[in-house]
């Protein structure tokens, strides 16, 4: 994932192809993380086939990695890195390069803001099917159409996030998507006893947190790619590397920790035996509500204009 984040902001310096770029990036992860949910129906088709059970599951995935290690293939061999890239590299350590990318006050705002949500969003993903069954009480397999809802909603804005990061930058865009998720959360924790049909509840949801799914899935790399753009020009040495090994790191802390603290807050509440209990559910809700209105805070101090007004004048130096 490093040198692949690494490498587009290289290749790709005009701003509305980033955006598309990410766009498209967003749809194919998305594309194949529903190939991924649906391995349940590729293994029954196999099984129906004369297979035994485990020679289903053991086809199944390995049809997945060889198409995968196919797929990563493709660019390692197609793109010659040279004919878009022309590489200053760096001179100092490792450890200076990382305390450079930490002194970039864009950057710090950036993963900062990009680790809250990160947070906000393990927190719902880790305790979606939960929220479906013990806080509206309906059957676990509806958590599959809520889930699937939210995607399709989320695939249906795609096209106009992109056309809206183009005309009014990916920060207004960034705040407002962190704002629907903070309120999507509050909801879960205050909203679960509204006297509504739990299916219309859960679908309400559903449709209401597409439009951050689509924000979050398609900005935050592009958003990046402005910073180390921005560092490039300024310092006059690629750095693509360490600042998107910095923010992997970062951000994949924020998952690491809602691993580790959503079964301490399930189980607040719960019945004797039981692991889920419908006030930590709730609280779980309330606490990612609240990382996710930091990271609207923290979004809000990122500087953008700023970045972009950098960028925009070396391009025009450059006559592009």
Same mark, same amino acid.
């Given at each position: 994932?490093?040198?692949?984040?690494?490498?587009?902001?290289?290749?790709?310096?005009?701003?509305?192809?980033?955006?598309?770029?990410? %766009?498209?990036?967003?749809?194919?992860?998305?594309?194949?993380?529903?190939?991924?949910?649906? %391995?349940?129906?590729?293994?029954?088709?196999?099984?129906?086939? $004369?297979?035994?059970?485990?020679?289903?599951?053991?086809?199944?995935?390995?049809?997945?990695?060889?198409?995968?290690?196919?797929? #990563?293939?493709?660019?390692?061999?197609?793109?010659?890195?040279?004919?878009?890239?022309?590489?200053?590299?760096?001179?100092? *350590?490792?450890?200076?390069?990382?305390?450079?990318?930490?002194?970039?006050?864009?950057?710090?705002?950036? %993963?900062?803001?990009? #680790?809250?949500?990160?947070?906000?969003?393990?927190?719902?993903?880790?305790?979606?099917?939960?929220?479906?069954?013990?806080?509206?009480?309906?059957?676990?397999?509806?958590?599959?159409?809520?889930?699937?809802?939210?995607?399709?909603?989320?695939?249906?804005?795609?096209?106009?996030?992109?056309? #809206?990061?183009?005309?009014? $930058?990916?920060?207004?865009?960034?705040?407002?998507?962190?704002?629907?998720? %903070?309120?999507?959360?509050?909801?879960?924790?205050?909203?679960?006893?509204?006297?509504?049909?739990?299916?219309?509840?859960?679908? +309400?949801?559903?449709?209401?947190?597409?439009?951050?799914?689509?924000?979050?899935?398609?900005?935050?790399? *592009?958003?990046?790619?402005?910073?180390?753009?921005?560092?490039?020009?300024?310092?006059?040495?690629?750095?693509?590397?360490?600042?998107?090994?910095?923010?992997?790191?970062?951000?994949?802390? +924020?998952? *690491?920790?809602?691993?580790?603290?959503?079964?301490?807050?399930?189980?607040?509440?719960?019945?004797?035996?039981?692991?889920? $209990?419908?006030?930590?559910?709730?609280?779980?809700?309330?606490?990612? +509500?609240?990382?996710?209105?930091?990271?609207?805070?923290?979004?809000?101090?990122?500087?953008?204009?700023?970045?972009?007004?950098?960028?925009?004048?070396?391009?025009?130096?450059?006559?592009?």
């Amino acid at each position: 994932m490093i040198p692949h984040n690494a490498l587009l902001p290289e290749m790709i310096t005009d701003q509305g192809k980033l955006v598309n770029a990410y %766009t498209y990036n967003s749809l194919f992860f998305v594309t194949g993380s529903a190939l991924g949910y649906v %391995t349940p129906a590729f293994v029954g088709m196999i099984k129906n086939a $004369g297979q035994t059970p485990l020679m289903a599951w053991r086809i199944v995935f390995a049809l997945f990695t060889v198409i995968g290690i196919a797929l #990563l293939l493709v660019p390692a061999f197609t793109i010659k890195e040279t004919d878009y890239v022309s590489s200053v590299r760096p001179t100092v *350590s490792l450890l200076e390069s990382l305390k450079h990318a930490f002194s970039n006050k864009h950057f710090v705002m950036v %993963t900062i803001g990009q #680790l809250l949500e990160g947070t906000s969003m393990a927190f719902f993903q880790s305790c979606i099917m939960y929220y479906v069954t013990t806080l509206l009480g309906l059957e676990e397999t509806k958590s599959v159409l809520i889930l699937a809802t939210s995607i399709v909603g989320s695939l249906i804005l795609y096209i106009p996030v992109n056309k #809206l990061a183009k005309k009014q $930058g990916k920060k207004p865009l960034m705040v407002s998507a962190c704002i629907v998720f %903070t309120l999507a959360e509050f909801v879960i924790c205050f909203g679960a006893d509204w006297p509504f049909p739990p299916m219309a509840k859960a679908l +309400g949801l559903a449709i209401f947190v597409s439009y951050p799914f689509a924000v979050l899935n398609i900005l935050p790399g *592009s958003m990046m790619a402005d910073v180390i753009q921005y560092d490039t020009i300024k310092h006059g040495v690629n750095r693509e590397g360490v600042f998107g090994a910095a923010r992997s790191f970062v951000t994949k802390i +924020g998952t *690491s920790l809602a691993i580790m603290i959503v079964p301490s807050l399930t189980v607040i509440g719960a019945a004797a035996g039981e692991n889920i $209990g419908r006030t930590g559910l709730k609280i779980t809700g309330l606490v990612g +509500g609240v990382i996710c209105l930091i990271a609207v805070i923290v979004f809000s101090l990122y500087k953008e204009k700023d970045v972009l007004a950098v960028i925009k004048e070396e391009r025009e130096k450059e006559g592009k």
